[in-house]
C-alpha cells in the first residue's frame, strides 16, 4: 500500500459532468443511481443492446439514458467499466482513450475462466485492462464492495460514519478525479498505489466486501472507515494461502 494513502473530503475534482457506464449489473446499476443523484448525466450500456435497459433507465430517471458500450464510452467525461474480467478485451479502446476509467473487475475463475498471469501473481486485473485501454488512464475502485453496501452506506462528507472505499492507479491525476468522484457520491477514498498493488483490494483479501457487511451478513451494510480499509490493506498477502482466489459474493 502506498504510504501516501489519504482520505478525501475535499470538493470534487471531478471535471465532467456526463459520466459513461459500461455494465449494468449490480454494480453498474448502483453506481448509475448514485452519480443521477449526485446531479450527473447518466449514459449506460450492457451487452446486450439499449433496448433491454428500457427499464433501468426509467428507474434511473430523466438524467439516464441507454447507448452502446461505444456510445457510453464516447459520451463520458468520466467512464465505469464494470464488465466480466472475460469481457475486458471488449472495451471500446479508441473511444475511451485519453479518458479516466475506473475499472470495477475482480477475478473469479469460475466465471472467467483460468488466466495465467493473475494465478501466476505476475499481473493485476486492473493491470490487464490497462494494457488493452492503452491510451485511457485506468483507476481501480468500486471492486471491493457489495452493491448492497454501496447503495446505501454513501453519507456527506465529514460524517463519522462515511466508508472509505481503496483507490489504485499509475497516474495522479487520474487518481485525483476518482477521489473527487467517490466524495461526490458520498465516500472517502483510500490511495491504495498503482495498478501494481491493486491485488490488495481483490477478493480473496481482508479489504475485500466483509468490511462493510455487519457480522459478516452482506445483506447488512456497516460502515467500513478509512482506518479499517487502511488497515485491512496492510494486511493483505499476495501469497497467503488464506487470501486465495474466491467466489462472487452471494
Not at 40 to 57: F, K, M, Q
Not at 162 to 182: E, I, M, N, Q
Amino acid at each position: 500500500m502506498s504510504e501516501s494513502a489519504t482520505t478525501s473530503t475535499s470538493t470534487s475534482t471531478s471535471t465532467g459532468r456526463t459520466l459513461g457506464v459500461i455494465g449494468a449489473g449490480n454494480i453498474g446499476s448502483t453506481v448509475a443511481k448514485l452519480a443521477v443523484d449526485a446531479g450527473y448525466d447518466v449514459v449506460i450500456a450492457n451487452s446486450r443492446g439499449p433496448e433491454t435497459l428500457a427499464d433501468l433507465v426509467a428507474q434511473l430517471g430523466p438524467k439516464a439514458r441507454a447507448a452502446t458500450a461505444v456510445e457510453a464510452a464516447e459520451a463520458g467525461d468520466l467512464v465505469v467499466a464494470t464488465v466480466p474480467l472475460k469481457a475486458y478485451r471488449d472495451l471500446p479502446a479508441a473511444q475511451l482513450a485519453g479518458k479516466v476509467v475506473l475499472d470495477t473487475g475482480n477475478y473469479y475463475p469460475d466465471r472467467d475462466g483460468r488466466i495465467a498471469p493473475l494465478d501466476e501473481r505476475t499481473a493485476t486485473t486492473s493491470g490487464l485492462v490497462q494494457e488493452h485501454l492503452a491510451d485511457a488512464h485506468v483507476v481501480k475502485a468500486f471492486n471491493n464492495i457489495f452493491f448492497v453496501a454501496l447503495a446505501q452506506l454513501g453519507r456527506p462528507a465529514g460524517a463519522a460514519d462515511r466508508s472509505a472505499l481503496p483507490v489504485y492507479g499509475d497516474d495522479d491525476a487520474a487518481k485525483a478525479t476518482a477521489v473527487g468522484f467517490l466524495d461526490e457520491i458520498g465516500y472517502d477514498a483510500v490511495d491504495g498505489g498503482t495498478l501494481a498493488d491493486s491485488w490488495r483490494s481483490e477478493n480473496g483479501r481482508p479489504v475485500y466486501v466483509m468490511p462493510y457487511a455487519a457480522d459478516g451478513d452482506v445483506m447488512t451494510p456497516a460502515p467500513g472507515s478509512a482506518s479499517t480499509v487502511r488497515e485491512l490493506l496492510g494486511r493483505a498477502v499476495r501469497d497467503a494461502a488464506d487470501q486465495q482466489v474466491g467466489a462472487m459474493p452471494s
